[in-house]
């Protein structure tokens, strides 16, 4: 089993990087990774025998003051994790009017993957004409 927590932090995220580091390093876990985010906040990875974690933090978006960390233990959860946290960081920094909370990325994301797998079934159907394998294809028919 795992756990997940959201925490809020008075200070900049690489101080919140810093003093969440050395938490984790006090209590026995190895950071195997932490990377500055495009947005300016940071992705930790670390570990401890056979459970791994992430912690994101990353700024407000409604108060620059403070910032947000999600983190999460167990390989599978961070995984989850991260997905969360990328929809996070397409919500602040979407510029689409329909765009209004991490449901509404994730179904735009979704169209987006939509749009592109039917693109490339028109296109494969009109450069082979060939409806029905395209169809099988794209669709994992069987005959």
Not at 50 to 64: F, H
Not at 94 to 114: F, G, K, L, N, P
Request: proline share 1%; hydrophobic share 45%; net charge negative.
């Amino acid at each position: 089993m795992g756990w997940a927590a959201k925490l809020q932090y008075s200070g900049s995220p690489q101080n919140a990087a810093a003093t969440l580091s050395s938490h984790f390093t006090g209590k026995g876990w190895q950071i195997t990774e932490s990377t500055e985010l495009d947005s300016g906040g940071v992705a930790i990875i670390f570990g401890k025998e056979s459970s791994t974690g992430i912690a994101v933090i990353d700024a407000d978006a409604t108060n620059p003051s403070v910032c947000d960390i999600v983190i999460t233990v167990d390989k599978f959860m961070a995984v989850v994790h991260l997905g969360l946290a990328y929809a996070q960081y397409r919500l602040l920094y979407e510029r689409a009017a329909s765009v209004h909370s991490v449901a509404d990325v994730i179904r735009q994301h979704r169209d987006e993957h939509t749009c592109d797998w039917l693109t490339g079934a028109c296109q494969e159907a009109v450069a082979t004409g060939d409806i029905a394998a395209v169809l099988k294809r794209f669709l994992r028919l069987t005959d």
